[in-house]
């Protein structure tokens, strides 16, 4: 089992490890008996996840001696909402959980945002732990300590930064996964490879056969790359003030196509989509060479990731909700674009014809 610690100013309270490895379960309980983060555990997760997973997590949680006890939502981005969290508050509080319980988030990104922000609110903070069963949340959303849920005019508009005790990503919830979950994730770990690592960008080229063929082996280092990026970032920036928003590369432009779509559109989608588009915008500003742009798009292109809009989108309401985008300043509208692969940075200065006229091309 490899692990990755991730060091945070509040060396006590906040810092934590990733555990990374197959059918770690069990190993996991043992971890948690051993820390004694808290008197009594509560698995969250969503319908689709309890079916699958949600009795054999227990059991095993159980088996070593841990008292866990679960409960569900109804899976998608439609329960990533306020109703969501006062159902899952409510249901703690007749099962009579206290500020010496936690919280275990058992799914993917819906999951891990709401119960992590159940957890920072909850008594006004409980303990909770990080267990992703998709690609996405294993590579991004349970890092970091961000935690949200979505507005009708935006999306993770109310959340907090709130680290977890830890994080198990156990792959073997990989093997379940649908061709659609793998996307959600594999456009998150092409963002990496675009804004930090060259290197592993060029291994994501000469690999795409294998990573589409979900070959494990390979994917286990791809997870352990991607974490290990993103541990080094909020090491530097936890909150956001600074360089963590590099990870924001195609989010700005991504997030807005979501909001647009009603969360129609899975969001590792809506990021593939904003990624091309805002490496369009880096070459049409000046700043990114042709050749660059053109191998992020035949990356995209390659692991099967959108990066055409649907047309029955409006480009006036993605720039609209682009506006009201969290990560803006007053007036200010904040977009990662690309100097090179592995050379990002944050401007303001995109005029908004450009970027309309953009994403009218991606529907062409």
């Known amino acids: 089992m490899k692990k990755i610690s991730v060091h945070l100013d509040k060396e006590i309270s906040s810092s934590y490890d ?106 006004r903070g409980i303990p909770y732990i990080q267990v992703p069963t998709t690609l996405l949340a294993q590579v991004d959303s349970s890092i970091g300590g961000k935690t949200g849920i979505d507005l009708s005019r935006g999306k993770n508009i109310l959340g907090t930064f709130y680290q977890p005790k830890g994080v198990f990503i156990d792959l073997s919830f990989l093997q379940t996964l649908k061709p659609q979950e793998l996307h959600n994730g594999l456009a998150e770990i092409v963002k990496y490879g675009i804004i930090d690592d060259p290197q592993f960008f060029g291994t994501l080229e000469a690999q795409a056969d294998a990573i589409k063929k979900q070959d ?75 050749e660059e742009r053109s191998r992020i798009c035949a990356l995209i292109r390659t692991l099967g990731l959108p990066e055409r809009i649907p047309q029955g989108l409006s480009p006036q309401g993605i720039a609209a909700c682009m506006k009201g985008d969290k990560k803006k300043a007053g007036d200010v509208l904040n977009i990662v674009l690309l100097k090179k692969i592995g050379l990002p940075f944050v401007t ?15 529907q062409g």
């Open 18 to 123: 990733i555990h990374i490895g197959t059918a770690i379960i069990d190993r996991m309980g043992l971890l948690v008996t051993k820390h004694n983060w808290a008197a009594r555990y509560m698995i969250v997760t969503d319908s689709t996840v309890a079916a699958l997973h949600g009795a054999g997590v227990q059991k095993t949680l159980r088996g070593v001696g841990l008292q866990a006890d679960i409960i569900d939502f109804p899976a998608g981005e439609a329960s990533k909402a306020f109703q969501t969290v006062v159902c899952i508050c409510d249901q703690l509080m007749a099962k009579g959980m206290d500020r010496t319980s936690a919280l275990i988030a058992l799914g993917g990104g819906v999951v891990g945002d709401i119960t992590g922000f159940v957890a920072s609110i909850y008594m």
């Open 348 to 362: 303001h200065a995109v005029p908004e014809d450009l970027i309309k006229q953009t994403i009218e091309e991606l």
């Open 216 to 290: 494990l082996g390979l994917l286990r280092e791809i997870v352990i790359r991607s974490c290990t990026i993103k541990k080094g970032i909020i090491e530097i920036d936890e909150t956001e003030q600074g360089i963590r928003r590099i990870l924001n590369f195609g989010h700005t432009v991504g997030h807005a196509i979501e909001t647009e779509s009603g969360y129609t559109i899975p969001h590792g989608d809506a990021v593939s989509m904003g990624m091309a588009a805002e490496t369009i915008l880096s070459e049409r500003m000046g700043y990114l060479p042709p």
